[in-house]
């Protein structure tokens, strides 16, 4: 299994139909369909093609999926299609086609979660907010910090040196990342 290190979710931004990377199957919710765009989904394949293309963590993968989706948004694969689910259902499977990796699919994030700091990066500030869910000692010596995910923004990372400044006479450091969302590399380099 390969690990992406990039944040698809920043995708979110870009539709009605939010998507976000995920590992395997979506939870089953009870949310309304979610609508159809071809406009906007022609936007979210050109933007998760870039997303790959220069982000991906094996930059030959990247490009192949990357040309992969070009070719079928020329084609007009994605041009029609009941509703969102069924748009990424079809981006997911053309992606696992050019290389199976089980970490990599879209899906339609439901609307409750549609905001809050684990949402995609759009205007100048609207994701100011910390993405670190909680810290502290959990025992003598041990520290805890459960990120949501690695944003870089100002306020997750004050309070991140907060942390490790408060903690730096830790002889473990337990780093939760299993709520993780996505966070591009290029962020922390």
């Not at 810290?135 to 990372?157: H, K, Q």
Request: hydrophobic share 40%.
């Amino acid at each position: 299994m390969m690990r992406v290190q990039i944040g698809l979710s920043l995708l979110a931004a870009c539709a009605a139909v939010p998507l976000a990377a995920q590992s395997a199957s979506a939870p089953a919710s009870a949310e309304p369909v979610q609508a159809f765009d071809p406009k906007q989904a022609a936007a979210v394949v050109t933007k998760l093609a870039t997303t790959l293309e220069e982000n991906f963590v094996f930059p030959e993968v990247g490009k192949a999926y990357a040309v992969r989706l070009r070719q079928q948004l020329k084609e007009g694969a994605y041009s029609s299609f009941r509703d969102g689910q069924a748009f990424a259902d079809k981006v997911t499977s053309d992606l696992q086609s050019v290389h199976k990796d089980g970490h990599l699919r879209l899906h339609v994030v439901p609307v409750a979660d549609r905001s809050g700091p684990e949402t995609a990066p759009g205007p100048a500030g609207a994701n100011d907010g910390s993405t670190i869910l909680k810290s502290g000692w959990l025992a003598d010596g041990v520290a805890y910090i459960n990120f949501r995910m690695f944003s870089g923004n100002e306020a997750t990372m004050r309070e991140l040196k907060a942390f490790l400044d408060s903690h730096r006479d830790a002889k473990t450091l337990i780093i939760d990342a299993r709520q993780h969302r996505g966070g591009g590399w290029k962020r922390w380099t």
